[in-house]
């Protein structure tokens, strides 16, 4: 079965480096999504992506974030100057349609030191 | 703004015994709603959704879910839990827009009990 794959599994950084998280979502999906998820917390939404533009974001989705589709397959979260506050579990989703049910990959674990 | 509320933050249950969680939802429409299942260490797993139609729902492993919109619950069951089900469940919701974030509940944290 078609799966969202994240690398790297885990990321260990110096708080105010740049970090870049890939995904790959399934390869015929159309809506790209991250998430995050602090530990022990909720599930968060950061941003939706479709046609090669944000089409939505939260509020936790400020300046130091962005998003790119470089190629036909990758999709990536940047985040410019990390913060303590930043280290959570970060998921990366695809769904195939707007609304369909969303295919998650197993994230990646940001530390930020 | 949409939420999710589930009320249980861990649900302890016998194996072979039936299991129901629940899952209560704010949203202003028809709600699009899923669960989700996921395992230590492990990315999220999607159980099944509810879009429309008929409102008793058929997922993976078992699963099943109920739209109840009088109550605007959602609460996932399984007759017969088995160790494997250990997990943590999250019930979730999608907005109107084409590609909405879905908004997530706190999660259930459920544990098996020989």
């Known amino acids: 079965e078609p799966e969202v794959t994240q690398t790297p599994s885990h990321q260990v950084t110096q708080m105010g480096q740049e970090v870049i998280l890939r995904c790959v979502p399934i390869s015929n999906h159309l809506y790209f999504y991250w998430y995050r998820q602090i530990l022990g917390q909720k599930v968060e939404f950061l941003v939706s992506f479709y046609n090669n533009e944000i089409s939505e974001k939260s509020e936790i989705f400020d300046d130091q974030f962005s998003v790119e589709r470089p190629d036909g397959s990758n999709f990536t979260l940047k985040i410019r100057s990390t913060k303590l506050e930043d280290s959570a579990m970060y998921f990366c989703?695809?769904?195939?349609?707007?609304?369909?049910?969303?295919?998650f990959g197993d994230g990646t674990r940001l530390s930020i030191l | 703004a949409q939420s999710v509320t589930q009320p249980d933050i861990h649900i302890t249950v016998s194996e072979g015994a039936s299991l129901e969680l629940r899952c209560n939802y704010s949203y202003g429409a028809t709600p699009y709603l899923f669960w989700y299942v996921q395992s230590p260490g492990q990315g999220l797993q999607l159980l099944l959704k509810?879009?429309?139609?008929?409102?008793l729902v058929q997922g993976i492993k078992g699963f099943e879910a109920e739209f109840k919109r009088s109550q605007s619950s959602f609460n996932l069951r399984k007759p017969s839990v088995h160790w494997s089900d250990a997990a943590e469940y999250f019930c979730a919701v999608g907005g109107e827009g084409g590609a909405d974030g879905l908004t997530f509940g706190k999660g259930t944290h459920l544990i098996i009990q020989p």
């Open positions: 509810y879009f429309s139609g008929d409102t």
């Open positions: 989703a695809s769904s195939g349609t707007g609304r369909g049910a969303q295919h």
